[in-house]
């Protein structure tokens, strides 16, 4: 009776580890990849138009992956575009191994030609 309470507690304490194991893993890729989201991030943010690109190499950062960028529309409950004076709101999503962060930008008028 001992040895199967005992082979029940060690399986469950490899349990335990492995599952402890795969979160630091995916902690220790998230924390590799998020500067590069963020540098990409905000390449869009201070020039809107380049959210129109399939993907964007970060400058700055040595080796860095490229970003894939998609882009749609943000339209209103009742189907129409969310438009004011400036240009119209898109929902950006980046990509880059896995790892992804979305954000809202306004891509001005000028630019949307």
Do not use: H, W
Request: net charge negative; hydrophobic share 45%.
């Amino acid at each position: 009776m001992a040895l199967i309470i005992g082979t029940v507690i060690v399986g469950g304490v490899m349990g335990v580890i492995s599952v402890s194991l795969q979160y630091s893993k995916r902690v220790k890729e998230k924390s590799l990849y998020q500067p590069v989201l963020e540098a990409a991030a905000q390449e869009i943010l201070a020039n809107p138009e380049m959210a129109k690109e399939a993907a964007i190499n970060v400058a700055g950062i040595p080796n860095a992956p490229p970003v894939g960028v998609s882009i749609a529309e943000v339209v209103g409950s009742n189907g129409d575009e969310v438009r004011n004076r400036t240009g119209q709101l898109y929902r950006v999503m980046l990509s880059c191994a896995g790892q992804v962060l979305e954000f809202s930008v306004i891509i001005p008028q000028s630019q949307l030609e």
